[in-house]
């Protein structure tokens, strides 16, 4: 996500908060990703420990 100014994107989070709080709020990241990208990319690069745990 990106915005044009520091404003927007404070804006934003305001009202993210505020949406989170009414649990109402949506990610507008919501399936953009699939977990076995989300796994490949972000969490099995973050692993650590014997091959046996993994």
């Given at each position: 996500?990106?915005?044009d100014t520091?404003?927007d994107?404070?804006g934003?989070?305001?009202?993210?908060?505020?949406?989170?709080?009414r649990?109402?709020?949506?990610?507008?990241?919501?399936?953009?990703i699939?977990?076995?990208?989300?796994?490949t990319?972000?969490?099995k690069?973050?692993?650590?420990?014997?091959?046996?745990t993994?």
């Amino acid at each position: 996500m990106s915005f044009d100014t520091l404003e927007d994107a404070k804006g934003w989070l305001r009202r993210a908060g505020t949406d989170s709080e009414r649990g109402k709020f949506v990610d507008p990241r919501d399936g953009s990703i699939t977990v076995a990208d989300y796994v490949t990319r972000y969490w099995k690069a973050g692993v650590r420990g014997a091959p046996g745990t993994i």
